[in-house]
């Protein structure tokens, strides 16, 4: 993207770029509907049909499906998801540029996390479910656990690269204090940080929908799993996209924050 | 007074076990408002010494005092100039300016008009909220001086501030801190290799000898340039034409290739 800026005529590429990309779409979209209405080379029980999808959708929309409407499910997990994330961040931004500061603070905490990192979020579901039962409650512990190592880890590599010389700078500039925190170490930081957020809501979004699967009132998940034991296909497809777009408009969201937050970032 | 006093100043880096001396025995006074270059082969600890200066490394022996105090720590009254510039990236080119002074605590309205005349000297007018990466290197090191000089600092401190610009752009700057310089005096403490830019620049030229690094020889820039009247000249290049600075640049040339081990040339 940032060479793409930067050469002269990087914008009519891009647009070039952007029609490619809508082409090859509707190829896949046209394959798609030869295949299985018109010649019904691929049956309706392995591979819904585009119509059998926008009845699914539908369905799904207005008459709602496993205990929910559409928008019941994506607020259901979208809300899950922002709770972990926000309280992995919270906890974790914080702890890594800790870390990354404090040579005592590192040595203090990286022995448990370095015992924690290597265990899957997934594996954490059973004593989730062992502590706080089926509900919301156990989802949120588990999406907490993926969201909080990728915060903790990026935000003490934002620390850990800081330009010494940029240090050196703001000690002769006698700067000290919170305005060394808030005003060289968070925004030297600032980059490593949002990949770190970046990766931690890919990591939640991935988690709540397995934790879903294993048991839930309403979500996204929910529907995935029920659409599997009543063997509906088009409601899978359904379910798969819904959680694509969801975790899309988070990520663009949190693209948009980036640029708001570092805006000397921009070529 | 603010000067700068290396008295009997040694530096030892231990690694593995052994002990690298980098300097050894370096005794100077740069005094208030001369402008001192020290030149010298690369690895000779000259940018050391302006860092022990600065406050941020300490000599292993000896003592280093600036206005008669030790110094212990880096501070907004040793204002340092850095080759790589060191700006804030996420600050404008006011901000960074301004940041220094904030931090002393000076009064917003002061500010303002420090940090609006340093920028007019400078000749950044325009550019006032461009972030770095926005600006040249050039136009970098404009900022990075002016940050510098808007603290009013005893003493500036310059680590081959214009090592990583082109030389046309090397060349201006040059000229116009020549023209800071008569126009605001301070000690100055610069560092460089380029021989030129010592001899044009400054009172002093303290030639260190390689690792590890002592002082060769000191030669006195400031008498000849009064005495050939050097100032009556607008440009560089004029100055760079006259007899007595093609004289005082051989003999610093031939002292650093004295310097040189056999085997790197």
Known sequence: MATARSTPGGASRGRRAVWVGAAAFAVALVLWYVLTTLTGVIGSARFPSPPEVFAAFRQLALDGYADGRLHQHVLHSSKLVLMGFAAAVTAGVPLGLAMGWSRRVEAFVNPIFLTIRPVPPLAWIPLAIVWLGLGDAAKVMVIWFAAFVPSVINAYTGVRSIEPYLLEASRMLGVRGWSFVREVLLPAALPHIFTGLRLSLQASWTTLVAAELVGAALGLGKVLNASAQDIFPAMILIGMVFVGIAGGVMTCTLALVEARAAPWRQG | ?265
């Not at chain 2, 400078?122 to 050039?138: K, N, R, V």
């Not at chain 2, 310059?158 to 008569?182: H, S």
């Not at chain 2, 340039?225 to 051989?250: A, G, K, Y």
């Open chain 2, 1 to 265: 007074m603010s000067n700068i006093v290396f008295d009997a100043v040694t530096r030892v880096f231990r690694r593995d076990g052994k002990d690298f001396p980098t300097l050894d025995g370096i005794s100077l006074e740069v005094r208030d408002r001369e402008f001192v270059a020290i030149v010298g082969p690369s690895g000779c600890g000259k940018t050391t010494c302006l860092r022990m200066a600065a406050g941020l490394e300490f000599p292993t022996s000896g003592r280093v005092s600036v206005g008669g105090k030790e110094v212990t720590e880096p501070g907004p009254d040793r204002a340092v100039v850095f080759q790589q510039f060191a700006l804030f990236p996420w600050k404008t080119v006011w901000d960074n300016i301004d940041f220094g002074l904030r931090n002393k605590g000076v009064l917003e309205a002061e500010r303002r008009r420090r940090v609006g005349d340093i920028i007019t000297l400078m000749g950044l007018e325009g550019y006032e909220s461009a972030f770095p990466h926005q600006l040249s290197g050039g136009m970098q090191q404009r900022v990075a001086i002016a940050r510098a000089y808007v603290l009013d600092p005893d003493v500036l401190l310059m680590d081959e501030p214009f090592g990583a610009l082109d030389a046309q752009t090397r060349t201006v700057m040059q000229e116009e801190l020549v023209r800071l310089a008569r126009k605001n005096p301070r000690t100055v403490l610069f560092i460089t290799h380029a021989v030129e830019e010592a001899v044009y620049l400054s009172d002093r030229v303290v030639v260190m000898s390689r690792r590890p690094g002592t002082i060769r020889e000191v030669i006195d820039v400031a008498s000849v340039r009064q005495s050939e009247n050097w100032d009556r000249l607008e440009r560089i290049e004029e100055v760079m034409d006259q007899d007595s600075f093609v004289h005082l640049r051989t003999r610093i040339w031939k002292l650093l290739r004295e310097q040189q081990a056999p085997n790197d040339h």
